[in-house]
């Protein structure tokens, strides 16, 4: 696809939002001269934020507060938002009339002519994904990430030089449109696999179908790095048709891969094993990121980065906002922010990366997923809990009871709706020596407008405590 071939079209936009994808959407098609048609359910009051930062842009339609049946199917594309389904009655309208349906993820591999190098996974796409930028950085490879946090997708595609790799965090939605489309990235990444989204999906397999699209249209000249741990994803071999490099926190004795043995990470180039670093090097707390370094050297290898580049790269890297982010430390007590858990085992993992006695704030909105494993480690490590308020938090209290419903520590359990209250209730909880950690383990909406503003919030109150 050529950008030229945009201009006069008719193009239907399916969601403003307030998290910047949307806007930099419509700066795109208003700059290469589409005639604009913005749809949100949300009313005009809510999206004003947005709203003020395209104001400048002359020519639009907004509809807002509905979508209309004919914004989509009097149109010649319409541009779906990544968390709507396929099966939106309104995007069926627009498929069963035979108007394309795209989003930010497919128009982008359509114009896009740079190598890609494309992360998904359940847990650690972002690490991985500004890891292997970084890594990349120091290779001289000129990397540039797109589709990372709230990062805009489209208005990347404009600063793109000719010699330049593209570094795209894929999450299962934007697959989704890349499978119909019959695009993969030349190298895949994935890093695991658990049951998530299962508000959104009706069943995990879904949800792993459009994982798989990453590397389904891939070719035998493309790379695929593969979390081999992961119980899922090592049974997916038969799949690939591209070059596989494996890796894993244990010995891998033949082929491609980034392996750990007696506290060392190696890469092994299908000839030799080659020495990265020691695992007492790394800087970044939590064991679940010793995978996301090892994906990350097994894709550096992948676009060429030489070891001392890796290397150079991992040992200079300190962790990222919203993951297990040291934010400050009162009378005695240090406060981290791990809002980034969206889901039960990413809470888990956040809890195991301290030895220190834990008074965490967790819960919120539900996402279908299994609540037991948090239920568990709740009950086994921590302290004490502050929950915010959600169906998400009914279910890790009654999960927890159910462990021992003779504790006494249930009764202590506090639910409030305001991160301001959690905050100083964790407070007054802990005492020195102690770890005050948000990681809720489930979704943010309903009291806060996204996760990173959930941790935003989080780092103001903790501020406000001095």
Not at 56 to 83: C, S, W
Not at 385 to 409: H, L, Q, R, Y
Not at 443 to 449: D, E, R, Y
Request: charged content about 25%.
């Amino acid at each position: 696809m050529k950008l030229e071939e945009l201009k006069g079209k008719k193009v239907t936009i399916m969601g403003l939002g307030l998290h910047g994808g949307g806007i930099g959407t419509v700066r795109f098609f208003h700059g290469a001269g589409a005639r604009i048609t913005v749809t949100d359910i949300k009313p005009k009051e809510d999206l004003q934020p947005s709203l003020e930062k395209i104001k400048d842009l002359k020519n639009i339609t907004y509809i807002l507060g509905q979508h209309r049946p004919e914004d989509f199917t009097n149109t010649d594309m319409v541009i779906k938002t990544p968390a709507a389904p396929w099966s939106n009655k309104y995007i069926k309208l627009a498929l069963e009339k035979n108007i394309p349906v795209e989003i930010d993820s497919s128009l982008f591999f359509k114009f896009c002519r740079n190598s890609i190098v494309g992360v998904t996974g359940t847990k650690g796409k972002t690490t991985v994904s500004v890891l292997i930028y970084e890594i990349l950085k120091n290779a001289g490879k000129n990397p540039i990430k797109t589709g990372i946090g709230q990062i805009s997708v489209l208005d990347k595609l404009k600063e793109i030089k000719a010699d330049e790799v593209v570094i795209f965090e894929l999450s299962s939605w934007r697959l989704s449109a890349l499978g119909r489309y019959k695009l993969s990235p030349r190298v895949a990444v994935l890093t695991n696999i658990y049951p998530d989204h299962l508000n959104y999906y009706k069943n995990t397999e879904a949800y792993i179908n459009d994982k798989k699209h990453i590397y389904l249209n891939q070719t035998a000249q493309d790379y695929c790095v593969i979390n081999w741990d992961d119980e899922i994803l090592n049974k997916l071999e038969p799949e690939i048709k591209s070059q596989i490099i494996k890796y894993s926190k244990n010995r891998i004795s033949r082929g491609r891969s980034v392996f750990v043995d007696q506290g060392v990470i190696y890469l092994n180039n299908g000839i030799d094993e080659k020495k990265v670093l020691e695992i007492k090097e790394i800087k970044i707390r939590g064991g679940h990121n010793l995978g996301n370094i090892l994906a990350a050297i097994g894709a550096g290898y992948a676009m060429g980065a030489g070891l001392e580049d890796i290397r150079r790269a991992i040992l200079a890297f300190k962790g990222l906002p919203h993951r297990l982010e040291f934010v400050s430390e009162f009378g005695g007590v240090k406060y981290y922010n791990d809002t980034a858990a969206t889901m039960p085992e990413s809470a888990v993992f956040g809890i195991n990366s301290f030895e220190e006695p834990i008074i965490l704030i967790c819960g919120g909105a539900d996402k279908n997923l299994d609540i037991a494993p948090l239920a568990r480690a709740i009950h086994e490590k921590v302290k004490g809990v502050v929950f915010f308020k959600g169906v998400a938090t009914d279910k890790i209290i009654v999960e927890t009871k159910k462990i021992d419903p003779d504790s006494e520590n249930y009764k202590k359990f506090t639910v409030v709706e305001t991160m301001e209250k959690a905050v100083e209730l964790a407070k007054v909880a802990a005492e020195a020596g102690d770890v005050v950690l948000l990681s809720p383990g489930a979704a943010s909406f309903g009291l806060f407008t996204n996760e990173f503003d959930r941790g935003n919030k989080f780092k103001e109150a903790v501020k406000n405590l001095s």
